[in-house]
């Protein structure tokens, strides 16, 4: 089967899941920090959740593009290209539209905004221009991870990692239910273990989905379990849901998912997901404050904010992705494949 039709279907589950995030910032993660003029009548509580389906995906898309890379760099630089051009464009847009538009208590300082250049800003203490970069820094580390064990062992060390991260998630978890231990932080944070199962079910995903076998099956049981004992079984079971869906995109299974409009939320997911909290908040907070009734600010916040991903996406993510790698390509020649799209 042609892949650009599971790589769609695939994207717009992406798109879905930006949308459901930003749902959530706008009704009940607002609601929580500033209040609504009004009271909701709808709100998407488990919206954020939205965050646990992009790793699922992000396991998917980094295990291809691992796959189809034939040396390091050309990894790093299509992570690179995918993630800094857009990130460095919203981040400057975050910065000066909501010094422009003020949000209270979500005004950073230059040096700050500085700092966040680097993408890894939070492992030095320093705080975000927009509170949803935390994932970028959980995504990079990811990668990293993913790109040593790799070359380390291929499919099967990538595995090997991720089986050994879930046993250690899993001792941390029985750990603090049986005994009451809260084993030290910092190993969960640079192993990613409250993360490592959504990340470890994509990647299963993407090799059952070709040749995968009872390996990735035990990992997608492994994951399972460590999510339900962790994180509860409530949880596991939205995972369980969330692998069937992900591994029917990756199938081309549901092919309503190839519907224009979710096929441009999964196109703009990305800086839609970069622009869309402190942006948003700040337009939500000045057109409730012109007395604007809640409903229609949300949706204006939404416009806006979809319009300026739209923005983004077509004039500086995609052209600054195409010339970073058409340059690496041109300068690093060789047999094989340019760095992975996605």
Known sequence: MNTAPRLAQVDALRGIAALAVVLFHYTTRYEQL?????????????GHLGVNLFFMISGFVIFMTLERTARPMDFVVSRFSRLYPAYWGALLLSFALTHLLGLPGMTVGWEVLLANLTMVQGFFGVPHVDNVYWTLEVELLFYCWALASFRLGGGVGLRNFLFACLALRLVYAVALLAWGVDLPWIGQRWLLLPYIAWFALGVAVYRLSRT???ADRALVAAALLAIGLADGWALAALAA????????????????????L???????SYTLYLLHENIGWALLHRLEGWGVPTPLAIALAMAVSAGLAHGLTRLVELPAMRWIRDRYRARSPRPGAAPAQG
């Open 34 to 46: 500033f209040g609504h003029t009004q009271p909701l009548r709808v709100a998407v509580p488990f």
């Open 212 to 214: 995968g076998g009872s």
């Open 241 to 260: 849901v969330f692998l069937v869906v992900l591994q029917g995109a990756a199938r081309g299974r549901w092919t309503w998912l190839e519907h224009p």
């Open 262 to 268: 979710l096929l441009w939320l999964g196109t703009i």
